[in-house]
């Protein structure tokens, strides 16, 4: 149970309800880091509206999301996010075996070059911004990255450690499913 008061699903009105109604219908559940944004209906939203947007990536993967979800996660010391993340990875056919390798070390991700490249400039980007050079920004179009796809993996990585931040500071519980 978090530390402040929340919206449970039978509570739930207005923007609370539609939010809660459209990821029960999507997920078959409410997680409990969506229920923790309840207490702010504009933040819920807004957390919706990024969520709804990287499930429907026009380029960025959704194993490749995960991958970064997962080791931000880890590096913040969100245990909800790093569960909740694996989960989706296993559940996406990862073995068990490569998302530990992929969390001891990024680089051994089971990922194709063009990907694996992607998450090792986000997570440079994410933990050491400053040691990001034009010559990183240019091996990922070389890939055949745009500069959408750089700027929104890397904005995935902040927003991850920013919802981090609200998940350990006011204690979501890993979901029950």
Known sequence: ???????????AVGTVAGIYAALEQALGFVPNSMKLLSSSPKTLDRQF?????????????????????????????????????TRLLHDMGFSAESIQATKKNPEMAPLGEKEKAMLLFVMKSVFDGHAVEKGDIEQLRQLGWTDMDMLDATALGAYMMAGDILYNAFKVEKDAI
């Open 1 to 11: 149970m978090p530390i402040i008061r929340t919206v449970e699903t039978n509570e």
């Open 49 to 85: 509206q990024t969520i709804s947007y990287y499930m429907n990536h026009p380029t960025l993967s959704q194993s490749l999301i995960a991958m970064v979800r997962v080791l931000v996660s880890m590096k913040t010391f969100c245990a909800y996010c790093v569960d909740i993340n």
